[in-house]
Every structure is written in structure tokens, then in C-alpha cells.
């Protein structure tokens, strides 16, 4: 790409095996291009793993030349500069010359003054661990003269005022749900400079995909679960126990299929890993009212990019999910959804589409009782006609509001 058009720079973008980071970057893409705000940028995407980004869609709008995409440098893949940056920031105390670093490759693009800079991490304000680098990027994007933008995010509201300096430094703040947007204000933040819009993702396109041959043969239940509500469970073994309870009723109960759907496949936090435990323990489970062969009512959900895995979950009946995005493709498809939440953002989008999120979503740490998940599915099911009826007319409003997202970059 030249650098006569301005630089929109689009960073803390983790990687596309994260099917929510990817859900965010392609679907703001769509955003501005519906909004016609790409003829006059350059659309770049700093990630953290660029060849994961080209296994999916991200990476089929840069092959159409729509956008770029840029990796951090990794400073510790190279030991000797490590080294030497290390010594630097030990005698200068510049602790943002790693971030430099970091970013050198898209910051050397840049020309002229109206380039603009949006985090689109989501969540990432929420991890105590990942504060410091949130604040160190914004530093060094706010050095370059850059509008800076905090977008589609939750912050939990009882750390807004330990953030508030970072966060009202940025020129404009986009809060996903009301209980970030709210939790701002009362935290001291500058009302003017913040808006209310749901998550991007929520206007993901939906990929036709074949469907495996269960969905054909009855009406078919999504599941997701993830190592990181895993983590966060009362007491170890809770949360699959209550998923097995789930799945075991399911099967002797109704004659539903099963799909379980992964959403997140790093190798370090892979769904795969706890949904192929529970495949392998299901697969073959017989019912009363199954045949001798056994139960062929379970699939696993191979890996592909967010768009299709949209389109899977659109095809279920009922979704209950553990990874927000994965939720959010099955909100926005009108499926009636439980969440096992682990953060504001679960609880905020729920109470955004439904008024509450009392029965919508479970936290994890909620899971006290191995049926506790089973009895919020039984409310799900008891409420289906009522919760797709709402999410029928709410829906097209609410990703029509999605737009706003992009409406305060130039």
C-alpha cells in the first residue's frame, strides 16, 4: 500500500485463532466499507500473528488488497536486541522503547497529522495482567500525534478510576454494553468523549457451510466451552461436570443433535482440548431410546474461520457458549442462548438485548451444583418462543446501531 492516504491503524488484534479477535477485525472491515470510509485510508492491522490471520477471513481481505496486515516485532524471539533494549530502558528508564520497537514497522509508514490509531482489544482492559501494555501502546500512538480510539470495549467499573488517567486520553471511548458505559461515566470519565454501540461483531457476515449430517436428520443444541471459564470455575472438575450433566440429559431426554463448537484454538487456550473430552466421552452413548449401535447424536466442530462457524451456529436450535463471540454469533442469528459468563461483558450484553441478565447468563463461579447449567437450559427451553420472538425484533436495530463504531474515525 502507498502512504498518501491516511493510516488507520487498527492494534492489540491477538490473532484470528481467536475466532472473536478475527469476528471484531473482519466485521469492522465491513463497517467502514459499508460506511464508505476506506477509499480515503489505508486500513492496517497490527496482530500479534500474522500467519494466523491469513488462515482465515482477515486474511482474504488483504489478498483482495481491502486492508494490510502488520506483525509486531517480537523483541524476545531476538536475544541479542533484547538485550539491548533491555540495558537502554535499565540506564534511560524509557520503558515505552520496547513498545517502539514493537510497533516500528507500522509507525515508520506513517505521514502527515490525521492518522488515527484504535485499540480493538475488547476485554483487554479487564486483565490486570495486559494494563501496562494497553497503556504503554497508547503512549506511543499518542507521541505520533495520533487520534487515539478505544473501541467495542468492557472495562469491569469498579477499575475505572485506577485507569482513568489512560482512558481519558483517548479521543473518543466506544463502550459494547451499558454496564462498561455506565461504569465509565461514574468513574470519572469525560461523558462527551464516550459512546454506547454494540460489539462489531454482531454484523459478522454469516458463511453458508455443509452442515454435518446430524443437523439434517434433527433439530441440533450448540456447546461451547473454553479453558478460560475453566480457570474460573468454584471448585476444579465444576464446569465440565456440569456440562456433562447438560449433555447426558440432552440425550436421554430429547432427540436433539449435539454440535460443539469450538471458538478459540491456540494452543495455549484451545476449546477443542475440553469439547474432545467430552466428543470422546459421548460419542457413543446409548439411551433408552437409542438404538443398540448407540448414540451417533454428538459431532465435533472442526475449525474454521469465525464467518462459518456463525453460520453452524445459526443453524442450532439452542446455543450455549462460553466464549462471548461465539454467543454473539448466536444473539445476532436470533438463537436463543445461555452464557456461562465470566466478565462484564457477558452480563452487559445480555441486560442490553433482554432488560436483565438474570437467567441469560450464569457465571462460572456460579456453578455451584453439578446441575446448575441443566437447569438454566431448562429456562432457555421453557422461554424459547419468547427469547427468539425478542431477539427477532430487537435484532436489526441493534446491529444497524453496530455502525457506530466506525461513524467517530474521521
Known sequence: ??????????????????????????????LLMDENKTKDNDIVFVTNNESEDMEYGLGRLR????????????????????????????????????????????????????????????????YPEMI???????????????????????????????????????????????ITYEGLIAGGIDKEKLSLCPDPAFALNTDEVELPGIFKETDVIGINVSPMVQGKESSPGMTMKNYRELIKYILDNTSYGIA?????????????????????????????????????????????????????????????????????AAYSSCVPTLVIGYSVKSRGIARDLFGTDENYVIPVWGLKKEDDLLSGFKWIMSKEDEIRDRLSEVMPEYIKRASGNVKYFV
Open 1 to 30: 500500500m502507498q502512504n498518501k492516504k491516511k493510516q488507520m491503524i487498527f492494534y492489540m488484534h491477538a490473532g484470528s485463532k481467536n475466532h472473536g479477535c478475527e469476528a471484531i477485525a473482519v466485521s469492522t472491515m465491513k
Open 63 to 126: 489478498d483482495r488488497g481491502e486492508c494490510d496486515i502488520v506483525e509486531e516485532r517480537h523483541i524476545a524471539r531476538h536475544k541479542l536486541t533484547h538485550v539491548m533494549y533491555y540495558v537502554y530502558r535499565k540506564i534511560t528508564k524509557d520503558a515505552e522503547s520496547f513498545f517502539r520497537y514493537r510497533y516500528r514497522d507500522v509507525l515508520n509508514r506513517l505521514s502527515g497529522d490525521d492518522n488515527i490509531a484504535v485499540s480493538i482489544g475488547g476485554d483487554n482492559y479487564c
Open 132 to 178: 501496562k501494555d494497553l497503556v504503554l501502546s497508547h503512549n506511543v500512538f499518542k507521541k505520533k500525534n495520533m487520534k487515539t480510539y478505544l473501541m467495542g470495549c468492557s472495562v469491569e467499573p469498579d477499575s475505572v478510576e485506577g485507569l482513568r488517567d489512560d482512558l481519558n486520553r483517548y479521543d473518543h471511548i466506544i463502550a459494547r454494553e451499558s
Open 260 to 328: 460443539l463448537v469450538p471458538h478459540v484454538v491456540w494452543n495455549s487456550n484451545d476449546d477443542r482440548k475440553p469439547l474432545k473430552d467430552l466428543y470422546d466421552e459421548f460419542k457413543g452413548y446409548k439411551s433408552d431410546s437409542d438404538s443398540a449401535a448407540g448414540s451417533n447424536r454428538v459431532v465435533l466442530i472442526e475449525d474454521m474461520s469465525a464467518s462459518k462457524l456463525k453460520g453452524i451456529i445459526s443453524k442450532c436450535r439452542f446455543f450455549i457458549g462460553a466464549r462471548t463471540h461465539s454467543t454473539i
